[in-house]
């Protein structure tokens, strides 16, 4: 029955908006102005944003032109200032009608392009440029008037930092290469736009710093880049999934951030940055295992605060997946490994807990989580209050209802809190967290020790883009862990590191 | 895709399986704290366990304890008709002390009890063994412990390792039992625990230790005999040292005892083995009521060569006691031979036992006083 | 970057972390008691010239691995033979190794559980790690090392509170005979062992030196065996030391740190678990390439989990009861001469024949350019020869 009615309604469907599967080469530019337009009405029709004006020269009255544009897209001022006014004022004569006197001699634009493509046009003319249609000409004149609103510049939400740069990328392409380009002012920084996605067709710009950059990486990106065959990009995370490589992996292969001063920091490294139109994250590539615990705030305090407050993110990562499976091994497996009096006290307590420790365990990691996902979903007033209700009052009620072991509050108040440590990876946690947990409720303190193995060897597996996440494990140099795991002072780093690059090696030239 | 529902469904019908295998929550199980054994009669073994009863201790009352008892033909037995009684299964990972009644010791000897214990993965190597001067091993675990609840930790506080604990008893651990048994010219002594009123509360006191032939029982020394005893075999841990000096100032001496060090070398001439050992005591000076002349080195000289001379007697003593009455080698001689010279060991092994009393001792003593406390 | 290919460094450690791994639980052979650390210097001493025959059998053929010098030296059949001989014995070596940890984790925590669930759940590391190529491995290895070498350090500096240097007297009070035969149980069990590396010598880098290798690996695997038996005798004391199943680990349940760090063995467990699964992979890995070259398929990972549960299988079935095991221990240095010494001596000598042959037909060849046609024919002459 739904079938039958889907089919007819397909049909009507595809009647109606057949008029939009019309690609682009049913359409052909020619000579008459006329006609262009009417061709641009019908390649826009039901699009409603589109503006189209004839200006007409006020000395020359047969001199006239088209422009077309979307409303908003533009810059009114440009279009009002250096086209329609130098247009409509200038002393043209007959022979002046050619698109090359037009474009040196009329109108004052700083980026202009003579077009028959009508590919480029349409591009051109959502991005916000403004086509300019000439009498007798086929070529069209797409200018760039490209003035969108867009987010101002703010501190990015996500990765707050106490002190430092606040600069966070926004969602326009050229706000965010801009911000890269001021901080790198040397030629050696490359720029290359592309166009990816069918439908959005978006603007997708690859960074690089020549001097450094880790070529194969580079060649393998573009190659992925140019090999992705999708309907739309929105966020950099399409473009992970689809160039990350094969197979799925809890892990993150690219690293994303949202400030500009992260990302100028990687590409002096040798990495390759790549920035979406549309979306505030930029993804730098390849990614380290170990990015995943450094901040630029490192730089911005303290080398020895920095290197602690580093360790102490990876050993909260390696927290927060063990030790709901280490409390309950030891307490349901290996009673020996705690001291006599610890494990008197926690008997003691245990006694009034009526579910078994492992499922208890599940539960409350499961609903720790969901608190963990309201706090993120509310607006601001109900998700404070939503805490400590669920907190404070529940957390409380339950233990002295007897419902759960106030010792399985504290490890589970642990376990979260040290997840919050490493947000990016989120996706990891959750899944390791389960897994050794899972091994453990199996058979004790040696699934826990299976569970953190396999772990650990996935970790070591871990690939991104040719590199392997964690780098050279036996032959660790010094070079290596002053920018990695500890952050020694400037004096003390004077090579770049040099797993990522093959070129210059220096950093700073004295010393 | 059918597949990974398959697995996942797999993995969450475990979280139900809580029960399986090995998964014994902290509630399910009772934790012993302390193991007595008697004989009930010519067959049965009684053995009285000391448990931590979690349901009724709390903050308030603060840990209880229980006694529960059994009986079995040996002592696996035991333990198993404990389950009639005891309503979880018994947990010994925790199980700090062994009391054996000096009866039982005396008779059947404890090498079976041993071989068990350490059989079992449970019960931990550090176990302390005790012997019991009591009745019955059990009375001393029903006595009442003054700071202490649990009665086994009461008793394995006193006879500890720590510092903190000045007496100069140690216990000896369960594996340290094995090899003494099982070892080459040794012999064995468990420290011996009876039961004193104080206070209208019956306690435990430290009462000396037991010597045993083998792993049977065989003899007692007395607290004071003790002391010099384990000068002997170095393993005195801290102690004192009181003697009075002679002459005019007759005055009670005590030295408090900080290090010992006790070096035992022998000579062999002709069929004769000659011993000597060499004592050195580093100690402080804590009892010493001085006329109007204040402590100077000259004094200090004085008291040490006193105190050396009274330990050396003292010493003499008591080893030549235990030469005549238990002949057997609990000074730890024979296994200095097997270290040293295993292959006159051999040639002695036989009559080594006959031997000891005949064997010939020295002692030389040697007291440095190094601190007089707050006084001169 | 292909996952097989590793360097020096990664190999020595995974041979360590192989010698070690069923010899760290008893620290070596304890038949000697007292002196059974001196079994473990001799036994490596007397591996050393079998192991420089390994290495050289890697030397002489770089890029392959013994399966593929099998069927090369002896034909497509003697070859298959010799592959079937040896995937038997990385098989049941593992299937061994496997039952000898799972009876290990039995008896000291897990009572109830039974084995099967405790040997799938360590070979299913091992399957990922052998999947996962032999540069993983040789990472996992690094690490595992760093973490064993911390925890045997860590148990020494705490158990010289409680060990007792005498316990290691009377010195050297065995006959020697006694000395012999123990050093060549230690030499079949771990060291010749190693013999199962033969099958990874494709992984090695075209360069490095394999004797260096080998001899890196034995020594340290050698050295850090020493460090345990010693801390075990020291701690335990004879009886102990003779009767103990699992000697390491019954010392450390003795050793503490105040009254507080009395219960350290469960870390401790870490160490053997980790062990135990380097090893078992090892084999696995042998015995998975085994099977795939005797079918002539290059990629062998496809068949790593039927391996791994087969050698599950055989470790249910190969014995009873643990003394089996032990008793088995005896008579296991004569069983494994065939494979730890018979094959690779055979192995070595043909290799040598044929690399001779090869080299003087070379310089025939090339003498052949410089000279003229007559010394040409005479030299070819005396190669027919």
Known sequence: ?511 | ?376 | MNTEIISKKLMIATMTCFVLGSSIVSGGSTVLIQDSWVSVITGALLAIPMVLVYARIVKLYPKKDIYEVFLELFGKIGGRIFIVMFTWYAWHLGALVLRDFSEYIQSTVKQDTPQVIVMLSIIVVAVYLVRSGMRTIGRWSIIVLVVILLVVITTIILGVNNGRIENLYPLFNHKPLEFLSDAFLMFSFPYAETVLFLTVSNSLKKDESPYRVFIYGIAFGATILLFVSLRNIVLLGQEMVRSSLFPSFVAIRIIGLGKFLTKIEGIVMINFILLGIAKITITLLAATKGVASLFNIRNYKDFTIPIAILMVVLGMIVYDNIINLVDFLIIYPIYAIPFQIVIPLVVWIFAEIKFRKTKIKKKGVNAVLIKNSKVYYKVVSDLKI
């Open chain 1, 1 to 511: 029955m739904f079938g039958f009615n889907k089919k007819k309604n397909k049909v009507e469907i595809d009647s109606r908006i057949s008029g939009l599967n019309r690609s682009l080469s049913d359409y052909k530019l020619s000579n008459k102005i006329e006609e262009n337009i009417k061709m641009m009405k019908e390649i826009f029709k039901d699009n409603d944003n589109l503006k189209i004006r004839k200006v007409i020269n006020s000395s020359n009255p047969k001199f006239f032109c088209y422009i077309a544009f979307f409303n908003g897209m533009v810059d009114s001022k440009i279009i009002n200032d250096s086209i329609i006014k130098p247009f409509t004022i200038s002393n043209l004569t007959d022979k002046d009608n050619n698109i090359t006197k037009i474009s040196n001699q009329v109108i004052y634009i700083n980026e202009l392009k003579e077009s028959e493509d009508l590919g480029k046009m349409v591009e051109g003319i959502a991005s916000g440029d403004t086509l300019m249609f000439l009498d007798n000409e086929k070529k069209v004149l797409i200018l760039n008037t490209k003035g969108f609103e867009h987010r101002a510049i703010s501190e990015p939400e996500s990765e707050k930092i106490l002190v430092g740069p606040r600069e966070g990328f926004t969602e326009s392409l050229i706000v965010n290469t801009v911000m890269i380009q001021r901080k790198i002012r040397t030629n050696q920084l490359k720029i290359k736009y592309m166009g990816i996605g069918r439908t959005t067709n978006t603007h997708v710009a690859v960074c690089y710093i020549e001097s450094v950059v880790n070529r194969d990486v580079l060649n393998e990106l573009l190659t992925r880049l140019e090999g992705i065959d999708i309907d739309a990009i929105l966020d950099n995370n399409y473009i992970a999934e689809l160039i990350g490589g094969k197979g799925y992996s809890p892990f993150k292969r690219m690293r994303s951030t949202e400030r500009p001063d992260a990302v100028v920091g990687k590409l002096l490294e040798g990495r390759v940055a790549v920035l979406i139109d549309g979306s505030p994250v930029v993804v730098t590539v390849p990614h380290l295992f170990i990015e995943n615990f450094q901040s630029p705030e490192d730089y911005y305090v303290n080398a020895d605060y920095a290197s602690i407050s580093r360790i102490i993110r990876i050993i909260g990562y390696f927290i927060t997946i063990c030790t709901p499976s280490l409390y309950i091994a030891i307490e349901a497996f290996h009673h020996e490994m705690i001291p006599t009096p610890l494990f008197i006290n926690i008997a003691m307590e245990r006694q009034s807990a009526p579910l078994p420790a492992g499922l208890e365990m599940f539960v409350m990691l499961f609903v720790f989580e969901l608190l963990k996902e309201t706090g993120i979903r509310m607006p601001g007033n109900i998700g404070d209050a939503l805490s400590i209700v669920g907190a404070l009052v529940i957390g409380q009620a339950a233990v002295e209802a007897e419902l759960v072991a106030a010792s399985m509050i504290i490890v589970i108040g642990i376990t979260g809190i040290a997840g919050l440590l490493t947000p990016k990876l989120d996706s990891s946690v959750l899944l390791y967290r389960f897994l050794i947990l899972f091994f453990t409720i199996l058979i004790g303190f040696l699934g826990f020790i299976i569970g953190l193995s396999i772990l650990v060897i996935n970790i070591l597996n871990q690939e991104s883009f040719g590199v392997l996440q964690v780098e050279r494990i036996d032959s660790i140099k010094p070079q290596d862990i002053k920018d990695k795991f500890i952050r020694r002072g400037w004096k003390n780093m004077i090579n770049r590191p040099g797993y990522l690059t093959n070129n210059e090696i220096r950093k700073k030239e004295n010393g």
């Open chain 2, 1 to 376: 895709m059918k597949k990974k529902i398959l697995i996942i469904l797999v993995i969450i019908s475990t979280l139900f399986l809580t029960g399986c295998w090995n998964y014994v929550g902290i509630d399910e199980f009772t934790i012993v704290a302390g193991i007595a054994i008697d004989k009930k009669d010519e067959e049965n073994y009684l053995l009285t366990f000391e448990i931590i009863d979690l349901s009724n201790s709390n903050k308030e009352t603060g840990v209880v304890t229980k006694l529960i008892q059994s009986t079995g033909k040996t002592i696996f037995d035991a333990i198993w008709d404990a389950r009639a009684t005891a309503s979880n299964k018994l947990y010994f990972g925790d199980a700090m002390i062994i009391i054996i009644n000096n009866e039982v010791a005396r008779n059947d000897g404890i090498s079976d009890f041993m071989n068990f214990f350490i059989r079992d993965g449970e019960i931990r190597e550090t176990t302390i063994v005790l012997i019991s001067k009591e009745e019955s091993a059990a009375e001393l675990l029903k006595t009442k412990g003054v700071t202490q609840n649990i009665i086994s930790f009461k008793i394995m506080d006193i006879i500890s390792d720590s510092k903190a604990i000045n007496l100069y008893i140690k216990g000896i651990e369960l594996y340290n039992v094995i090899n003494i048994l099982k070892g080459q010219g040794v012999e064995l002594v468990l420290p011996v625990f009876k039961k004193v009123i104080s206070n209208e509360n019956e306690v435990v006191r430290l009462d000396g230790m037991a010597t045993f032939k083998d792993d049977k029982l065989d003899g007692f020394l007395s607290f004071e005999e003790v002391k010099y005893f384990l000068f002997g075999i170095d393993e005195i841990g801290s102690g004192i040292l009181t003697f009075s000096t002679e002459g005019e100032d007759n005055h009670n001496v005590t030295i408090e005892i900080k290090k010992s060090n006790t070096k035992i070398d022998y000579v062999k001439e002709d069929t004769k083995i000659k011993y000597t050992l060499k004592i050195e005591v580093e100690g402080f000076l804590s009892e010493f009521n001085h006329q109007e002349k204040l402590l100077n080195s000259k004094k200090i000289e004085e008291l040490e060569k006193i105190a050396a001379k009274n330990l050396k007697s003292r010493i003499e003593k008591v080893i030549s006691d235990i030469q005549k009455e238990g002949s057997y080698d609990i000074l730890r001689l024979g296994n200095l031979i097997y270290r040293k010279d295993p292959k006159l060991w051999n040639e002695l092994k036989k009559d080594w036992n006959n031997n000891f009393s005949t064997l010939d001792i020295k002692i030389d003593c040697k007291v440095d006083i190094k601190n007089t406390a707050f006084f001169r």
